[in-house]
């Protein structure tokens, strides 16, 4: 089975100052993530990334796979994990990576900051 790769930024501090002993919104995310897909057969495979340069709209995540548009995800919650883990089964299944609004989670209908093109299509 092919799989896409859910990307998360894991020093996300969800916009805001974080307390010296706090770990980042981005890393409990991430986690969530993590454990979830560990307990399920979800198309996803799960990387962590130091920045994905979108701190006021953290949490962020990012979604790809070869010949599809990848989409950058914004404020996103760790509560949404398995929201994040039913819209990335709905960009596998679809032709060009595209989910509309209206077939993802009611969380995440807002939640697409930008798409940039498969690099496969750019001459």
């Not at 706090?22 to 495979?45: F, I, K, Q, W, Y």
């Not at 760790?78 to 994040?84: H, K, T, W």
């Not at 209206?102 to 969380?107: D, F, G, I």
Request: with cysteine; charged share 20%; glycine share 8%.
């Amino acid at each position: 089975m092919t799989r896409a790769r859910l990307i998360v930024c894991t020093t996300c501090r969800a916009g805001r100052d974080l307390a010296a002993d706090e770990t980042p919104p981005g890393t409990v995310l991430h986690a969530e993530l993590e454990s979830r897909l560990a307990a399920g057969d979800a198309p996803l495979s799960l990387s962590g990334v130091a920045c994905l340069a979108n701190c006021a709209r953290g949490c962020t995540a990012a979604i790809a796979m070869p010949g599809k548009w990848t989409y950058l995800l914004a404020d996103l919650t760790p509560a949404q994990a398995g929201d994040l883990i039913d819209y990335g089964a709905a960009y596998v299944a679809s032709r060009s990576g595209a989910v509309l609004p209206s077939r993802r989670p009611a969380s995440l209908r807002n939640a697409i900051l930008a798409r940039v093109p498969a690099l496969e299509t750019l001459a």
